[in-house]
Structures are given as C-alpha cells and as structure tokens.
Nanobody, 125 residues
Framework: QVQLDESGGGLVRPGGSLRLSCAASGGTFSSYTLGWFRQAPGKEREFVAALTWSGGNTYYADAVKGRFTISTEDAKNTVSLEMNSLKPEDTAVYYC??????????????????WGQGTQVTVSS
C-alpha cells in the first residue's frame, strides 16, 4: 500500500521560505509521477507542481513558477517542494500526490491515485 507522509509546513513571514518534504513508501517509485497540490480555505484544491521520477521532467502552476522548486531525493524516496518568496496567497494545506502513470491532465487532482494527509503552510506577518 502506497503511503505518503508530508512534513515541513509552518508559519512564515511574507518573502520567507519553507521546504516541504514527502516521504513515499509501499511502492516502486522509479516510474511514478509525483506532485504537490494545495487547498486554501473556501477554495478548490489546485495543482502546484509535479515531476516524473524517472525522467525528472518538472511542471509548475503559473502562480508558483520561478518561486517554487520540486525535486527528489532518490536514496530517501522523498519528493520535496522548496518554496521561496512566499506570499500570503500561498497560505493553504499542501498535499503530496503520487500516481504510477502520468495523470492526464496533471492539474486534475481526481486523476491522481495516492494522497498524503496534508501539511499546513501559513504566510502571514
């Protein structure tokens, strides 16, 4: 059974940085697509970033492009999201997601098979 465990959320001031990590277990992730979504209060879940573990191709939502970086640590079966220049509108619960194939489209949360429990990110002064 695939399990995804997020960590690294917290409270940060505008302009600050946070690094989220997602430890994956219970599967062979070399062929998986991994991603991050977020959901702010009163809003729908939205795509943030994704990568293909084998090829390293990365994809970003326009709202985070240039500020967020998704990456993997193969030895630890971990996918990370480095978030810089954080804004109050980045406040949300962030979810790690995984799929053994390429979700089409990547931005549709309903196409992803596995989800973590979420970690809160609050950007406020």
């Amino acid at each position: 059974q695939v399990q995804l465990d997020e960590s690294g959320g917290g409270l940060v001031r505008p302009g600050g940085s946070l690094r989220l990590s997602c430890a994956a277990s219970g599967g062979t992730f070399s062929s998986y697509t991994l991603g991050w979504f977020r959901q702010a209060p009163g809003k729908e879940r939205e795509f943030v970033a994704a990568l293909t573990w084998s090829g390293g191709n990365t994809y970003y939502a326009d709202a985070v492009k240039g500020r967020f970086t998704i990456s993997t640590e193969d030895a630890k079966n971990t996918v990370s999201l480095e978030m810089n220049s954080l804004k109050p509108e980045d406040t949300a619960v962030y979810y790690c997601a995984a799929d053994p194939f390429d979700p089409i489209p990547l931005t549709a949360g309903g196409e992803w098979d596995y989800w973590g429990q979420g970690t809160q990110v609050t950007v406020s002064s």
